[in-house]
């Protein structure tokens, strides 16, 4: 039988709840015993795959093709397992099925209400993780605050799943604010006491508190907490700031964090294997070189907009003991009169990130012939790929009208277009082209030396696409297309030989690195730019 984990997040957000919930998930891995991940968002959004980068951060997409939120990232980075559609539940998803069902006529007599049908459907859903996973243990986070309106048919619906499963097989984890005031200089545990009254007034008793603080706790405010919030002291787990959000599965171990979910779910407390993550935990304190790669985008002032690709460009780091020092240039302040040159003074790689819209693909544009004529090592992802092959059309193939149909809808020459079967779309939600597609990879070519296999499977996000009308044209000019996905004829992967690396795909290779397994096309990007 699946035993649940819920992690809550007390007194404000954005305290690493999602760190604390791949911790904990990591840790209960390392000791044998299968996890999966889910993660709640109260919103009404169906998915956030219509919200701007700058509400949300990235849209982090799972091999099934949902579209999730950026904890997920966390998620499959820290345990390394293929999550999916059961991985993200938002407010919207619940409705919406909800409704479906009324119309159907699923509950005909009935009125329909947030308890028991709303949360019915929650608690289903939970259930459905643990299924269709097969796993020991379901860690579920439930995105906000404790006391947002919001959330509250999902904590009542955590709630009635205690009731159900009992203590063996529930375990809650309270994830608050300790903040240290400066004058007084002290640690102060009143916001924590006040968000688990509010969690209880819920009907929720909280089993670890994790609280996050500048610096460890000492006995004396761990026994306060203990005092007041009913639980044992040791339940009570340190999460002090660290530099490397890697550190924290180590420092929750060390706590035995574990161990006290393992006791409580009498599940035998094996021996954990953490030799990966020590190593890994041992190369990112002591990496010895220093490199800077320009990321060019329109979010860059959110830099969680590009989560996976900075980490992504990190792990490639950690291979080569070099810290990626990222530089965060907004595409649209290239596009005045300024000089490059100076932007890219230290620069030893640029990458182009994905994207959506006009703003800002000029600069984005100008960055890419700054790379193709100083031979600077570049990776287009995406919207980078599609920009790439604007560039090339425009300035070597001197199709100067070249431009994306996501651009100028009345384009005279769309090297980027939108595909057949994207045409009679009217849903901008979930319509993209979403998830694992087949890519066939030629052989001599730089991405086969990347991946070493003729077949590979990658994660998309996109609309729009390569238009095969331009291959003959750019090709003779010396735009290799690498790799291919056979069953549609789509153009996967650009590259240009008589540079020293230039190299774009359609689709997110950001989604497949792991720190203890870096991805092949930021690996060999990442070793070119220190070159
Ligand atoms: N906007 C482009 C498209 O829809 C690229 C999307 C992306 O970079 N994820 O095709």
Redesign the pocket.
Known sequence: MTKYVFVTGGVVSGLGKGITASSLALLLKSRGYKVFMQKFDPYINVDPGTMSPFQHGEVFVTADGTETDLDLGHYERFIDEELNYTSNITTGKIYSAVIEKERRGDYLGATVQIVPHITNEIKNKVYEAGMTSKADIVITEIGGTIGDIESGAFIEALRQIALEKGKENTFFVHTTLVPFIYGSDELKTKPTQHSVIELRGLGIQPDMIVTRSPIALDDHLKNKIALYCSIPKENIIDSVDVKNIYQIPINYYNQKADEIILKQFKLENKKANLKEWQKLIKTTDSLDKEIEIALVGKYTELHDAYLSVAEALRHAGYKYHTKVNINWVDSEKLESDVDLNKIFKNTKGIII?????ERGIYGMIKAITYARENNVPFLG??????LAVIEFARNVCHIKEAN?R?FDNMCQEPV?DLMAEQKNIINMGGT??LGNYNCHIKKGTLAYNDYKCENIKER??????FNNNYKDILEKNGLIFSGINKESNLVEIIELNKHKHFIAC?F?PEFKSRPTKCHPLFDSFISSSIK
């Open positions: 990130p994905g994207g959506f819209g992802i995406c919207l980078g790929m599609q994306s996501e980027i993209l082209r998309h996000r996109h609309r729009y696409e359609q997110h």
